[in-house]
């Protein structure tokens, strides 16, 4: 991923904090599909499917969905699609409830291992609010801050 | 013969191709037989024990094969397999 920050429309980030908070303590986790034209950015809010993930084969995956998340089918086929047509996704995003917005050492290995061109977003999910969230970019085989967005009470 | 969808991060083992047409009665042999076509691929999908790497999903259709039968998932012509990385982190 290079070039300019996206910027994230004031009802996507609200909308995202909802989210966070309605599955809160779980993780949430979407993406947005990049403006093209005429045609706005779109949020798509996902299911985390962590848990079903972890029933099936907890060996492999050891977390749940209160410290993990994993797209299911139809929405990693659809971020994946999404590269191929005219608004390919640029944001990724997920919760860390209670832990703070920061970019783990999970999240880096998924990012790494994936190599999808897109920013991550990491949205700090308390128990009664959202404190926040922080805007990764890769560079080389980290990811680095590369905007900030303030909490509900910010 | 089924279509294999490759998602972007896999093309540059595929000549840019974003479908390739695979023989295989299982995922498995579908698996041996596109990283025989298309060398480097397999190392991207499967680790050295021979099994699915954490950060990546095999499609059947819509079905995770981790939720059917794994590698011995059946593959019938026609079938659309998709190949994609795992969108996920944790803690």
Same mark, same amino acid.
């Given at each position: 991923?290079?070039?300019?920050?996206?910027?994230? %429309?004031?009802?996507?980030?609200?909308? $995202?904090?909802?989210?966070?908070?309605?599955?809160?303590?779980?993780?949430?986790?979407?993406? $947005?599909?990049?403006?093209?034209?005429?045609?706005?950015?779109?949020?798509?809010?996902?299911?985390?499917?962590?848990? =079903?993930?972890?029933?099936?084969?907890?060996?492999? !995956?050891?977390?749940?969905?209160?410290?993990?998340?994993?797209?299911?089918?139809?929405?990693?086929? &659809?971020?994946?699609?999404?590269?191929?047509?005219?608004?390919?996704?640029? $944001? $990724?995003?997920?919760?860390?409830?209670?832990? *703070?917005?920061?970019?783990?050492?999970?999240?880096? &290995?998924?990012?790494?291992?994936?190599?999808?061109?897109?920013?991550?977003?990491?949205?700090?999910?308390?128990?009664?609010?959202?404190?926040?969230?922080?805007? !990764?970019?890769?560079?080389?085989?980290? !990811?680095?801050?590369?905007? %900030?967005?303030?909490?509900?009470?910010? | 013969?089924?279509?294999?969808?490759?998602?972007?991060?896999? %093309?540059?083992?595929?000549?840019?191709?974003?479908?390739?047409?695979?023989?295989?009665?299982?995922?498995?042999?579908?698996?041996?037989?596109?990283?025989?076509?298309? *060398?480097?691929?397999?190392?991207?999908?499967?680790?050295? =024990?021979?099994?699915?790497? &954490?950060?990546?999903?095999?499609?059947? *259709?819509?079905?995770?094969?981790?939720?059917?039968? *794994?590698?011995?998932?059946?593959? =019938?012509?026609?079938?659309?397999?998709?190949?994609?990385?795992?969108?996920?982190?944790?803690?």
């Amino acid at each position: 991923m290079s070039g300019s920050v996206p910027a994230i %429309r004031p009802e996507h980030l609200a909308s $995202i904090y909802r989210h966070a908070q309605a599955t809160f303590p779980k993780e949430c986790c979407g993406f $947005i599909l990049g403006a093209s034209g005429d045609a706005p950015a779109q949020l798509v809010e996902c299911e985390n499917w962590q848990d =079903k993930y972890h029933a099936v084969d907890p060996e492999t !995956f050891p977390r749940t969905a209160e410290r993990a998340y994993m797209f299911g089918a139809k929405d990693t086929r &659809r971020l994946a699609d999404s590269f191929d047509g005219e608004t390919p996704a640029t $944001i $990724i995003y997920h919760s860390h409830p209670r832990v *703070g917005a920061y970019f783990s050492e999970e999240d880096t &290995r998924a990012a790494l291992s994936a190599g999808w061109a897109v920013d991550y977003l990491v949205v700090d999910c308390q128990e009664d609010h959202v404190a926040g969230a922080v805007l !990764f970019r890769r560079e080389g085989q980290a !990811f680095v801050e590369v905007a %900030r967005f303030p909490g509900e009470r910010g | 013969m089924a279509t294999v969808r490759i998602p972007t991060p896999l %093309r540059k083992y595929t000549e840019g191709k974003e479908e390739v047409d695979i023989a295989g009665a299982n995922v498995g042999q579908l698996l041996d037989n596109l990283d025989a076509k298309h *060398g480097g691929i397999g190392e991207r999908i499967r680790d050295p =024990k021979g099994a699915v790497r &954490r950060f990546v999903n095999i499609f059947v *259709g819509d079905e995770d094969i981790r939720f059917l039968d *794994g590698l011995e998932t059946p593959v =019938k012509d026609g079938d659309e397999v998709s190949i994609i990385p795992a969108i996920a982190g944790g803690l």
